[in-house]
């Protein structure tokens, strides 16, 4: 069933029993769709199931620029459909979703670059916007500290943002507050009644989003930058006063023309994270 809040302008996912037809039906749907409108249609078909799946995890990446393309509800639906299968501790299913296109998301974005901005002017205004749980840790250690530093001057040095420009590292930051131009933002909320073993589940659930995304040639970008500005946020979406904010997900597609598209994270081998015990 789909509930609309329509004064919100929020639409919220909710699959009951009686829909599994409907999200099996859309999962075929997405098979005979990808196989007949992507580009990559012929290339997909020629792989196996592991070939398909690795393809769609590994292409999978954090895209900062989108074009203005409209992604159908219909396709949201199924991508949502199908990444509620993420499994969740004794099957809670925590995840809500509020799904923000045209003026909504106008309107948030215009209100938050607004506070991104008056806090750049006057620092002094930092306290008023906390996130409502620590994404990062207080104090950084190694290896966790070098590799937030290749990331993000990585991403700088492809842009020629050098040391000290402020204000270019304020107009990039601010880029996640319009997301990234795409045409649809995702906000993800949980009850703060659930524990922190949610967040897990969360985590799962959000990847499944963006691997299916990837099946309907659709990039997307995980947002937690959005979370200091939830005092705005949750009001805005009209969530409830018992949700706090998890993140956020832009979502469309990727303007392949934009070199900062190119950026590509590198990834550690298995070796540094795997022990063997036999």
């Not at 099957?91 to 209100?111: E, H, M, S």
């Not at 930092?126 to 840790?137: G, K, L, M, N």
């Not at 930051?173 to 993800?188: A, I, K, T, W």
């Not at 904010?245 to 190119?262: T, W």
Request: charged share 20%; proline share 6%.
């Amino acid at each position: 069933t789909l509930i609309e809040c329509e004064d919100a302008g929020v639409a919220v996912q909710q699959l009951d029993p009686g829909g599994l037809d409907g999200v099996v039906l859309g999962l075929h749907g997405v098979r005979r769709r990808f196989s007949t409108s992507q580009r990559a249609a012929g290339k997909m078909r020629s792989m196996n199931p592991t070939e398909t799946v690795d393809a769609a995890i590994t292409s999978r990446m954090s895209c900062r620029a989108f074009t203005v393309q409209e992604v159908p509800r219909q396709t949201l639906l199924e991508i949502l459909a199908v990444a509620s299968r993420a499994p969740s501790g004794t099957n809670t299913q925590p995840w809500q979703v509020y799904v923000l296109q045209g003026a909504t998301r106008d309107g948030l974005i215009a209100k938050v670059c607004a506070a991104h901005d008056a806090v750049y002017a006057d620092p002094a205004l930092a306290p008023r916007y906390r996130e409502e749980y620590d994404y990062y840790p207080t104090k950084w250690g190694s290896p966790f500290l070098e590799r937030r530093r290749e990331n993000g001057w990585g991403l700088y040095q492809l842009l020629g943002i050098q040391k000290g420009e402020k204000d270019k590292m304020h107009a990039q930051h601010q880029g996640n507050y319009r997301f990234f131009d795409s045409p649809v933002g995702l906000m993800f909320t949980l009850d703060r009644a659930m524990g922190r073993g949610s967040l897990v589940d969360y985590g799962m659930f959000m990847q499944n989003i963006m691997v299916a995304a990837r099946g309907h040639g659709l990039h997307t970008c995980p947002q937690a930058a959005w979370n200091g500005f939830s005092s705005i946020v949750l009001p805005h979406i009209a969530a409830g006063p018992d949700e706090m904010m998890v993140c956020c997900m832009a979502l469309g597609y990727a303007d392949q023309s934009a070199l900062i598209n190119g950026y590509i994270t590198p990834r550690v081998p298995p070796g540094s994270f795997t022990r063997w015990l036999d």
